[in-house]
Antibody, heavy 120, light 110 residues
Framework: EVQLLESGGGLVQPGGSLRLSCAAS????????MTWVRQAPGKGLEWVSG????????SYADSVKGRFTFSRDNSKNTLYLEVKSLRAEDTAIYYC?????????????WGPGTTVTVSS | QAALTQPPSASGSPGQSVTISCTGT?????????VSWYQQHPGKAPKLIIY???KRPSGVPDRFSGSKSANTASLTVSGLQGEDEADYYC??????????FGGGTKLTVL
């Protein structure tokens, strides 16, 4: 079964850091562009970051640029999102998602999400 | 990049049709035919139901259809069923490997 499973979320103080992981199974993740999307409590979806199949090209939303780093280890079928200098407004469920092949901006497989709470 | 604009709510009775709009700009919806729609039930991850404006992934009922005119995309749900009650989000490719989502529409089946 094709699956994504995020981990690494938790409670962190403002200014703190976390490393989120996304483990892919049932498919070869290195063949796909991958992305992170977040959802603040009671709010809508917000695209956070994307990464190319090789990992050499990344893109970020303005709201996280310079603080978040998206990387991948294709040998482990795992993706990572390093989140630093966290703010209260970064509190959200963070979803890892697979981009549909040959289609920009459509994400066909989603993980259940991992929750990040930024609070003192 | 500014979020796409969706109505906060929509509703319809079982069997009826409802259309949800998604308004962007000439930098996203108006330029790219990469508009997607997602359905999200409470406590669940989003599910892709429309991509590239009007294409349906395998397994999505043909009651769901999409279209686009200029800077506005639309999702139509025909033959409303109780299970269609959910939040719906549009998204568009915005160039430079960026994606922008709409604010979401809560669909109520009366």
């Amino acid at each position: 079964e094709v699956q994504l499973l995020e981990s690494g979320g938790g409670l962190v103080q403002p200014g703190g850091s976390l490393r989120l992981s996304c483990a892919a199974s049932g498919f070869t993740s290195s063949n796909y562009v991958m992305t992170w999307v977040r959802q603040a409590p009671g709010k809508g979806l917000e695209w956070v970051s994307g990464i190319s199949t090789s990992g050499t090209t990344t893109s970020y939303a303005d709201s996280v640029k310079g603080r978040f780093t998206f990387s991948r280890d294709n040998s482990k079928n795992t993706l990572y999102l390093e989140v630093k200098s966290l703010r209260a407004e970064d509190t959200a469920i963070y979803y890892c998602a697979r981009r549909l092949s040959d289609s920009r901006g459509a994400f066909d497989i989603w993980g259940p999400g991992t929750t990040v709470t930024v609070s003192s | 990049q500014a979020a796409l604009t969706q109505p906060p709510s929509a509703s319809g009775s079982p069997g009826q049709s409802v259309t949800i709009s998604c308004t962007g700009t000439s930098s996203d919806v108006g330029t790219y035919n990469y508009v997607s729609w997602y359905q999200q039930h409470p406590g669940k991850a989003p599910k892709l139901i429309i991509y590239e404006v009007s294409k349906r992934p395998s397994g999505v009922p043909d009651r769901f259809s999409g279209s686009k005119s200029a800077n506005t995309a639309s999702l139509t749900v025909s033959g409303l069923q109780g299970e269609d009650e959910a939040d719906y989000y549009c998204s568009s490719y915005g160039g430079s490997n960026n994606v922008v989502f709409g604010g979401g529409t809560k669909l109520t089946v009366l």
